[in-house]
């Protein structure tokens, strides 16, 4: 399957600690976008990379998320000190780079549970 | 403020039926709409997308009207089926092309 893949698929989790996903995305795609989705609303936009450079932040991203796109490949979205509100899917996208827009291509979530 | 809106939560249509999902922005730098389709468990996929040159845009079954002075556009489905049935989110990109904004989404159920 060469579509972008996200690790794990379900995170329960207890109020304080931290979480790490992962994301693969296609391989051929130099940019990477992590979407948060809560119930009933629509993906938000967290953050984006092009290459392993962090280019866009949202304000959704408190300092509390880190994300990390080191070799320009995989990247890992990390939650310390999780909270309540912090229970949401978490997505992650790829796509090509050039001046035309291009499709980003979903992965299937990552669903975060936070007791 | 929702730069994208989706009024709609959810629509049921019979199958056969015309589905007509509809959107609304308020954003006017927004020049290009794309429509996404997620069933559960999946993440989004694109389903058609239209360029604020064009009017309209047809793929098969799917068809997005776009008209910018009302800044509203609609998908029709037609005719509708049951492997239709899904959350629909339209989404517009920045300029730069590197963020979506999502509406809500509509939860379509197609009847048999």
């Known amino acids: 399957d060469t579509g972008v893949s996200q690790n794990p698929r379900h995170k329960i989790t207890k109020r304080g600690q931290n979480v790490t996903f992962r994301c693969d995305p296609i391989s051929e795609h130099n940019r990477l976008y992590w979407y948060r989705q809560t119930l009933g609303q629509g993906p938000e936009f967290l953050t984006y990379f092009q290459n392993e450079a962090q280019l866009e932040k949202s304000r959704l991203l408190s300092d509390r998320f880190s994300a990390e796109r080191p070799k320009g490949s995989f990247s890992t979205l990390e939650i310390q000190r999780t909270e309540q509100g912090d229970s949401a899917m978490y997505l992650c996208?790829?796509?090509?780079?050039?001046?035309?827009?291009?499709?980003?291509?979903f992965g299937p979530g990552t669903r975060l549970t936070v007791l | 403020d929702q730069q994208v809106k989706q009024n709609s939560p959810s629509l049921s249509v019979q199958e056969g039926r015309i589905s007509i999902l509809n959107c609304d922005y308020t954003?006017?730098?927004?020049?290009?709409f794309l429509w996404y389709k997620k069933y559960p468990a999946e993440g989004p996929t694109f389903l058609i997308s239209?360029?604020?040159?064009?009017d309209k845009n047809e793929d098969g079954r799917f068809t997005v009207f776009l008209n910018k002075s009302a800044k509203h556009l609609s998908l029709h489905i037609v005719p509708s089926q049951p492997g239709d049935s899904a959350v629909y989110f339209c989404a517009a990109p920045n300029n730069a092309g590197n963020m979506l904004t999502f509406g809500g989404g509509t939860r379509l159920m197609v009847k048999p």
């Open positions: 996208a790829s796509s090509l780079d050039s001046v035309a827009y291009n499709e980003q291509f």
């Open positions: 239209i360029s604020s040159i064009k």
């Open positions: 954003n006017s730098m927004f020049d290009y």
